[in-house]
Structure formats: structure tokens, C-alpha cells
């Protein structure tokens, strides 16, 4: 064989190998951490909660699995499925906003932008919401406000905790002020949980902004986040505008938030779900104590000093 020819099997081996290297990715096989640009198997990569195995960066979870990663097998019971969002105010934009709800449900699968359902987490009853990114930002209209409301009454009812995992843009302007007021309802129903001396934990997630930020994130009795997660109220440019001020590269990260007393805690997705039991079983009352409490070390969890 010619060096000409050794070459030009050489390239056309190597070609052939990037070429199955894409179809893999492709199919799914790998994913591509956003952070140290490092390839992991799909696979393993969900059996670590879709946490970088290489850099310990969050990649985006949403709903569905959420729910999986902190509620038990076969005890998630979901409620209020049915509440569905209208054009109350017939907004349009580039379009109308009932077909960008129609789109947004067909792209989706889901009704509207948060799931809420009762479970057990660790063999401990909670009333649990998560947020979903994917439906319209998670922006907090109507359906939103109303299914967050009618979770923390039935948990108050039945004398649960609460945890609402947040992620959200912030308030759906195309419903106007019938998405600000949930703010108020949502905040009031928590007012309640309260002063029947039950707990209430948010959980803040990438990103968690705008009005959700202003109301029901930050009203938890322990406020608990993910590691560098965007965590604000407006965006870093209108800040910087309005206070005429070059902001730290840090500014509204988890890490920030907690050095300056805003967030309590940072738990890291792999341990999240059996910190949560530990601080129902530390903070609820008349709670049986189930039996992993007994850890020998703490959790290496960064908490406020």
C-alpha cells in the first residue's frame, strides 16, 4: 500500500468515526455538558439526577422529572389537572395568545406551567409543585396562581408541608393584572399555612425571577437552592441601568444570595430529596422520624454564616 493510499484510508476511517460520533449524540446516546463541554452518556448522566458527572454543573430538569427524582414510587397523586388557561383579555402580539397557548400545550404535553399533586417524599406526606420552564418561560398566569393557591389550602387542610420547586421568567404579561394578582393569592394562602404552624419550603432552580421571585419564592420558612442558579427580580442590564453600576459577575447566582442572607441554603440536586425529609422530620411537627435520619456525617451543603 502507497503512503497516498494509507492516508486516504486513514482520513476516510476517521471520517467514518466522526460520522457514527454524530449519529450517537444524535440519537441521544451522549449529552454535552453546557459548562466543561465534556460527553456523558445519556443514561448515566439521568442516573445522576442530570447532574455533570465531570464539573457538578445543573442541567435543566423539568416537571415530569422532578417529580420523579423527589417523590416516591407509585405514591404521586396529582390534582387539579384539569384547570385550563383562556384568552380572558384576547391579547395578541406577533400572535394571538390562545394559539400561543394551543402551540405551547401541543409542543409540551403539558395544561399550563406548574404540576401540583401529593406524595410521599422519603416515606414522608408532602403537597408538592413544580414549575415547568418549558411552558411559556414558566411564566405565572392564571392556571398557575390558582392550582399554587388550591395546593397549600388542601395541604393546609390536611396538615402538610409544602414544597414548590421554582422555575419561572416571572408573571405572564399577556393576562395583565390577572396574573399579578396571583401574587397576593398565592401569598395569602401561605400567610394561612403558617399561622397553622406548618412548614413551607421553595426549592430555587435556574432560572427563578420576576414575580415569582417578588411573592412565593422567597416566602418559604427555609429557602433552599440549587448551586449557581439565576435567582433575581429584574435582569442584570435594567439593574445595572437604574443603579448606574458595574454589578458583580456573580450577581443573582445562588452563591451570592446566600453569602448576602437571601437564600438559606444550597443543597445539590443528588442529595436534595433526602435533605428535604431531614428538614420536615426537624421542623414539622408530630412527624414520625423515618429511619435514614440517622446519617453519620452531615450533608456537604453550603449554608449561611
Given at each position: 500500500?502507497?503512503?497516498?493510499?494509507?492516508?486516504?484510508?486513514?482520513r476516510k476511517s476517521e471520517s467514518n468515526n466522526v460520522d457514527q460520533h454524530q449519529r450517537e449524540i444524535a440519537d441521544g446516546l451522549w449529552s454535552k455538558c453546557e459548562s466543561c463541554g465534556v460527553?456523558?452518556?445519556?443514561?448515566?448522566?439521568?442516573?445522576?439526577?442530570?447532574?455533570?458527572?465531570?464539573?457538578?454543573?445543573?442541567?435543566?430538569?423539568?416537571?415530569?422529572?422532578?417529580?420523579?427524582?423527589?417523590?416516591?414510587?407509585?405514591?404521586?397523586?396529582?390534582?387539579?389537572?384539569?384547570?385550563?388557561?383562556?384568552?380572558?383579555?384576547?391579547?395578541?402580539?406577533?400572535?394571538?395568545?390562545?394559539?400561543?397557548?394551543?402551540?405551547?400545550?401541543?409542543?409540551?404535553?403539558?395544561?399550563?406551567?406548574?404540576q401540583t399533586g401529593l406524595g410521599q417524599l422519603e416515606g414522608l406526606p408532602v403537597a408538592l409543585g413544580v414549575m415547568d420552564f418549558r411552558f411559556m418561560g414558566g411564566s405565572m398566569g392564571s392556571v398557575v396562581g390558582e392550582k399554587l393557591t388550591r395546593l397549600i389550602e388542601q395541604a393546609t387542610a390536611e396538615?402538610?408541608?409544602?414544597?414548590?420547586?421554582?422555575?419561572?421568567?416571572?408573571?405572564?404579561?399577556?393576562?395583565?393584572?390577572?396574573?399579578?394578582?396571583?401574587?397576593?393569592?398565592?401569598?395569602?394562602?401561605?400567610?394561612?399555612?403558617?399561622?397553622?404552624?406548618?412548614?413551607?419550603?421553595?426549592?430555587?432552580?435556574?432560572?427563578?425571577?420576576?414575580?415569582?421571585?417578588?411573592?412565593?419564592?422567597?416566602?418559604?420558612?427555609?429557602?433552599?437552592?440549587?448551586?449557581?442558579?439565576?435567582?433575581?427580580?429584574?435582569?442584570?442590564?435594567?439593574?445595572?441601568?437604574?443603579?448606574?453600576?458595574?454589578?458583580?459577575?456573580?450577581?443573582?447566582?445562588?452563591?451570592?444570595?446566600?453569602?448576602?442572607?437571601?437564600?438559606?441554603?444550597?443543597?445539590?440536586?443528588?442529595?436534595?430529596?433526602?435533605?428535604?425529609?431531614?428538614?420536615?422530620?426537624?421542623?414539622?411537627?408530630?412527624?414520625?422520624?423515618?429511619?435514614?435520619?440517622?446519617?453519620?456525617?452531615?450533608?456537604?451543603?453550603?449554608?449561611?454564616?
Open positions: 500500500m502507497s503512503l497516498f493510499d494509507w492516508f486516504a484510508n486513514r460527553l456523558t452518556y445519556t443514561k448515566d448522566l439521568r442516573a445522576n439526577l442530570m447532574v455533570c458527572l465531570e464539573c457538578e454543573h445543573h442541567h435543566r430538569v423539568f416537571s415530569d422529572e422532578r417529580i420523579q427524582q423527589l417523590i416516591d414510587s407509585k405514591t404521586w397523586k396529582p390534582i387539579n389537572q384539569n384547570l385550563h388557561p383562556v384568552d380572558a383579555l384576547s391579547f395578541h402580539d406577533r400572535k394571538s395568545y390562545g394559539d400561543r397557548l394551543r402551540d405551547t400545550q401541543a409542543k409540551t404535553g403539558l395544561i399550563d406551567g406548574v396538615r402538610l408541608p409544602i414544597i414548590i420547586v421554582c422555575a419561572s421568567g416571572g408573571a405572564r404579561m399577556q393576562e395583565g393584572m390577572l396574573s399579578l394578582s396571583q401574587m397576593a393569592k398565592i401569598s395569602g394562602a401561605l400567610e394561612r399555612h403558617q399561622e397553622a404552624r406548618l412548614r413551607y419550603i421553595p426549592v430555587l432552580t435556574y432560572p427563578t425571577t420576576g414575580g415569582v421571585t417578588a411573592s412565593f419564592a422567597m416566602l418559604g420558612d427555609i429557602i433552599v437552592a440549587e448551586p449557581k442558579a439565576t435567582i433575581g427580580f429584574a435582569g442584570r442590564r435594567v439593574v445595572e441601568q437604574t443603579l448606574r453600576e458595574k454589578l458583580p459577575d456573580d450577581f443573582q447566582t445562588s452563591e451570592y444570595l446566600l453569602n448576602h442572607g437571601f437564600v438559606d441554603v444550597i443543597i445539590p440536586r443528588t442529595q436534595l430529596k433526602q435533605a428535604l425529609a431531614q428538614l420536615i422530620c426537624l421542623h414539622q411537627p408530630h412527624v414520625h422520624t423515618p429511619h435514614f435520619v440517622n446519617i453519620p456525617e452531615p450533608f456537604p451543603i453550603q449554608t449561611h454564616q
